[in-house]
């Protein structure tokens, strides 16, 4: 099993309440029950406001590195990830279980 996360911070004056990013938002939250090799999935907004916290996370698991790969690839996380690339920066990490 592969535990994916993924933490966004959103790019200097770009707010969460702004159109684009709602859109972001809702991107991600519509891949749960699309992506065939997600086992479980979760995002949202960070409830801490610690000038060292991420405003926004991923957390999902898939069956082992080929599953991670059909997921990183889809079309609809692809469009996801693609969206957030115009106002957010992030980090990747993925732990094998």
């Not at 699309?34 to 405003?55: F, H, M």
Request: hydrophobic share 45%; charged share 25%; with cysteine.
């Amino acid at each position: 099993m592969i535990r994916h996360l993924v933490l966004f911070k959103l790019n200097e004056g770009v707010s969460r309440e702004e159109p684009r990013v709602a859109e972001g938002h809702k991107a991600f939250a519509a891949l749960d029950g699309v992506v065939p090799e997600l086992k479980s999935w979760q995002c949202g907004w960070n409830i801490t406001e610690r000038d060292i916290a991420y405003d926004y996370a991923i957390v999902c698991d898939v069956e082992d590195r080929d599953a991670l790969q059909r997921y990183l690839t889809h079309p609809d996380h692809q469009a996801a990830a693609a969206l957030w690339r115009a106002f957010a920066t992030w980090v990747v990490a993925d732990l094998e279980s």
